[in-house]
């Protein structure tokens, strides 16, 4: 249990913290040696060991170990680190309360106490993931979305309803309230934790990679998968190596035009390139008292997309600032301050901690950026954006995406001059001219022009690089009032000037919490907004997690029937394929003006600097410069419009939720009643005759190959999401349970519904599986057959589990890498593999893939599928799994992968079960089998 006092206690570090009228019990940094030269996340760990030392998981020696921690060394110390909390949004938060419902029916056929099964540890949902803005534009969209989103999730609320009174420590944020990490910065966090009288660092870990908003707070904390946070929910440590820590020194002040979002983009660039996988990242230095906190959670939150497990800043006077504003107690702020000042944890900037590996960036340095069209470290300067776009049109309509009719560099109709491309002008009443320009050449880039007529907008031309989806959402930037200020008054400025949103964007408007719809409204400027199409159409991550919504069906037959090649802009932190809507092929990553820059504009094939987003009342050309505000404007306005009384009423009730919450029908009792018929919510399977001890582990004999995938294949390939589409195996099952299309809503929504998730995991419209030719989605060949026909993934997987064949899957670089999803192993493993074989994997996949005990390995140094000549048409030996059963962890296994014509192919794979612990969950068939038979023994 995260407050537990030390049973150990080896350096007598209990002490007394008075603060004001109140004391508290601590446990003294100082009474260790060594740690007060420690970076600040490494202190933060030192105190979670010496609190919980119980002189079996946790010893003197563990925490000798991190006091003497040698910056240069290769991680090789594990250690037992509890997180003080967990935080879970609904999507995989379904699942983890599926499953803790589930472990109570298991322990008690076992013979144990099912109300044992409880949260040992604060356990807090947020339900933001479920709202799909289907409605867009107009004054009444959030209320029908809102309307939408229940109509459709109504069994999953009700069930989390349930999961709210029957588990103790366990409380829900209801829908429409804002996104989870926001919620989490601006009320959730502790900062400094208070539980039975101890007083200690808030960490926390969550069920969504971008956890690490918290860390511009000084709360050590990242994503897990769900099967981690259900441990860690259950009182199991996480365990983890003793990290090497980054120092990311700032330096000089940001230019003005320059925004939050692009030093995010600047620095993702550089620590991506650096290499920070595993490791923890740490700001310091004076420029650190520069950077506001909301711009400390948006680098905190894009900790995922540089590769680093935490991405921290210690506390100071702004952290003191920032929970002042958002409405924290007195007291409170008086513990923060007081104890980490106590303990060496506030911040000093002329104090230097040594760390492992050094980067330094000037802030002045940083210019404009946008980032894409598939990566988040794909990082365009502003200035090069048309060039960079039209270099990368090609890899989607020559190679990867043929348009038949599309000749690069030519336009299709003849009326339009090779040389020109289309500009688009608007008269009052929505008519649209168009005409060639001469501005805007369409050399080196492929045209393809569409006219498309609709009722409601007016006839436009559609060509490659039409920016149909425009979204101020997600996290990373809606929790920051500098760009979401920024965005507002940059509308405000074009509509004064007569701009307006070309008529093919979707603009999608998803703050993260209420408190920014306040602060519009006091500022003046929602109606700027709503003029430009950005009403309010949920609080929840929407576009960022491919909640768009459909694109109006004119707009989406045009780009199918033409195989155009659109794009969108968000604010969000992922823009990975196939993630955002999938009528789209090109996703970039912008600050919030720049979204709505990118709307009224309408194409990626554009110039800021040179071409004009339209003409003002009197006919002169507007350029984004003469609209973007002034730090001067974006500072005033913040300072006359956010006040700390929006955040105290915002969340005086937050765990109540409106008339629609309270009114859902509640099931009771400590068991819950299934329901055979729900087609959202079904028992799991994990449990299914599990005996009380586990059976040994065995090698793998005659393995099938189910995917070949290649380098960067993200859990968002892997993990069932997004909409659920006509003819495919998890639409073939909701359709024999009567569920028609219009209700299929979408994959994440049905998370606790494995048989949906079986049939929706490595589906991806995107994935491209190497053992066929040409063909996207979930498809395989299915080796039961006579040629290998090919199939459904799910339907061969099927078959090869009927005859007894187990299944592997091969990987390139970075396998696993993306939102931390459980059901990208969940799916895994229920689909019969039993080994995933790869170049490299991202750290919470690989651990989940443990968790669920499917066992990870890579190729030797340097080889690869491709490099050992492997077609995925070979069957797989692999053996010495089985001296996991001695319990011992190999280094490596030998694997066979014999052809068909019998030739052989051998090498030694690299197992990658990294700690003791893992070991343990891998013998016992996962980390919730593990987790369940020790509750058993106590």
Same mark, same amino acid.
């Given at each position: ?80 680190? /509890?997180?003080?909390?967990? %935080?879970?949004?609904?999507?995989? +938060? *379904?699942?983890? @309360?599926?499953?803790? #419902?589930? &472990? ?107 956890? /690490?908003?918290?860390?511009? %707070?000084?709360?050590?904390?990242? +994503? *897990?998968?769900? @099967?981690?946070?259900? #441990?860690? &929910? ?119 901690? *040594? ?584």
């Amino acid at each position: 249990m995260s407050s537990k006092n030390s049973s150990v206690n080896s350096f007598g570090a209990k002490a007394t913290l008075e603060v004001g009228d109140s004391s508290y019990e601590i446990y003294r940094l100082d009474a260790v040696p060594g740690t007060e030269k420690l970076p600040y996340s490494l202190k933060v760990l030192a105190e979670n060991l010496l609190r919980t030392e119980d002189g079996a998981n946790i010893t003197k020696e563990h925490i000798e170990a991190i006091a003497n921690w040698d910056p240069e060394a290769e991680p090789s110390i594990e250690i037992q680190f /509890t997180p003080a909390r967990v %935080l879970m949004q609904d999507f995989t +938060g *379904v699942p983890c @309360i599926v499953d803790l #419902a589930t &472990m109570r029916e298991a322990v008690e056929s076992l013979g144990g106490d099912p109300n044992k099964v409880n949260p040992l540890s604060p356990a807090e949902m947020v339900i933001d993931h479920s709202v799909i803005l289907d409605v867009f534009g107009t004054a009444d969209a959030f209320e029908r979305n809102v309307e939408l989103e229940y109509e459709r999730n109504g069994e999953r609320y009700q069930f989390l309803r349930w999961g709210q009174g029957a588990f103790d420590d366990f409380k829900v944020v209801p829908p429409g309230t804002g996104i989870v990490h926001q919620v989490n910065i601006e009320y959730l966090a502790r900062v400094t934790m208070v539980r039975d009288g101890v007083a200690y660092p808030d960490t926390c870990v969550g069920t969504d990679s971008h956890t /690490t908003m918290e860390n511009g %707070l000084g709360v050590l904390g990242w +994503g *897990v998968g769900g @099967i981690e946070a259900e #441990a860690a &929910m259950l009182g199991q440590p996480v365990s983890m190596l003793i990290p090497r820590v980054v120092g990311f020194k700032l330096t000089g002040e940001i230019k003005p035009g320059v925004t939050a979002t692009d030093v995010v983009l600047t620095v993702t660039d550089m620590l991506r390139k650096h290499g920070v996988v595993g490791k923890f990242v740490e700001f310091y230095g004076k420029g650190v008292a520069e950077v506001p906190l909301a711009n400390r959670a948006t680098l905190g939150n894009m900790s995922p997309e540089f590769g680093s497990t935490a991405a921290m800043f210690p506390v100071d006077e702004e952290t003191i600032s920032y929970l002042r504003m958002t409405g924290r107690s007195d007291e409170q702020l008086a513990l923060v301050e007081a104890y980490a000042k106590e303990q060496g944890m506030w911040h000093d900037p002329d104090k230097e901690p *040594v760390f492992s590996e050094y980067l330094e960036l000037d802030l002045s340095t940083v210019v404009p950026s946008i980032s894409g069209p598939k990566r988040p470290q794909d990082r365009i300067e502003l200035t090069d954006a048309k060039n960079a776009f039209r270099k990368d049109i090609h890899n989607y309509v020559e190679e990867n995406h043929p348009a038949p009719e599309t000749k690069l560099d030519e336009a299709v109709d003849e009326s339009f001059p090779a040389s020109d491309s289309v500009s688009l002008s608007f008269a009052d009443d929505g008519a649209v001219d168009a005409r060639p320009s001469a501005a805007n050449g369409s050399e080196g880039r492929p045209s393809n022009p569409v006219t498309v007529r609709s009722d409601e907008r007016g006839e436009f031309v559609l060509d490659h690089g039409a920016v149909v989806v425009a979204g101020i959402t997600s996290c990373t930037n809606t929790s920051n009032p500098s760009v979401m200020l920024g965005a507002a008054l940059l509308a405000k400025k074009a509509v004064e000037k007569g701009l307006a949103t070309k008529p093919w964007v979707k603009t999608n408007m998803a703050p993260g919490s209420q408190v920014v719809t306040d602060y519009y409204n006091k500022a003046g400027l929602w109606p700027y907004l709503e003029k430009l199409g950005y009403y309010l159409g949920g609080y929840g991550c929407t576009t960022c997690i491919g909640n768009t919504g459909p694109l109006p069906e004119e707009i989406s037959a045009a780009i199918n029937d033409n195989d155009l090649s659109v794009t969108a802009v968000l604010s969000g932190n992922r823009n990975f394929e196939g993630r955002i809507s999938p009528d789209v092929k090109m996703n970039y990553l912008a600050s919030p003006p720049l979204v709505i820059a990118y709307g009224l504009a309408g194409t990626m094939d554009f110039d800021f600097e040179s071409d004009p987003l339209g003409q003002d009342n009197d006919g002169n050309d507007v350029f984004l410069k003469d609209i973007w505000p002034s730090p001067q404007e974006i500072e005033e306005t913040i300072a006359s419009s956010i006040n700390r009384e929006m955040f105290t009423d915002s969340y005086a009730d937050v765990f109540k939720g409106d008339d629609r919450w309270r009114s859902l029908p509640t099931p009771e009792g400590n068991t819950f009643e299934w329901n055979e018929d729900s087609t959202y919510v079904r028992k799991a399977p994990y449990f299914e005759g599990m005996p009380a001890d586990p059976e040994p582990v065995s090698d793998i004999k005659g393995a099938r190959v189910l995917a070949l995938l290649g380098d960067s294949v993200t859990t968002d390939h892997i993990s069932p999401a997004g909409s659920i589409k006509k003819g495919t195996p998890a639409a073939q099952y909701l359709e024999e349970h009567g569920v028609e299309p219009k209700d299929f809503n979408s994959l994440g929504s049905r998370r606790g519904n494995h048989e949906v998730m079986i049939r929706g995991t490595f589906a991806n419209i995107r994935l491209k599986n190497q053992l066929l030719d040409d063909v996207s989605g979930g498809y395989t060949r299915d080796f039961t057959q006579d040629g290998g026909p090919q199939a459904f993934i799910y339907d061969a997987s099927q078959n090869y589990q009927k005859a007894g064949i187990p299944l592997v899957v091969l990987g390139g670089k970075e396998y696993g890498s993306g939102s931390s999803r459980d059901w990208a192993a969940k799916g895994t493993t229920l689909l019969g593999v039993r080994a995933v074989i790869t170049e490299s994997f991202e750290r919470i996949h690989r651990s989940n893939l443990i968790g669920m005990g499917v066992i990870p390995l890579q190729f030797p140094k340097g080889e690869s599928a491709a490099s050992l000549k492997l077609d995925g048409t070979e069957t797989f030996d692999i053996e010495g799994i089985e001296e996991l059963n001695n319990g011992k962890t190999p280094k490596t296994v030998h694997v066979t992968a014999t052809k068909e014509d019998g030739s052989k192919v051998e090498f030694d794979a690299v197992v990658r079960i990294d700690t003791p612990g893992e070991a343990d969950y891998y013998r016992n068939g996962g980390i919730l089998q593990y987790v369940l038979r020790n509750m058993l023994k106590s």
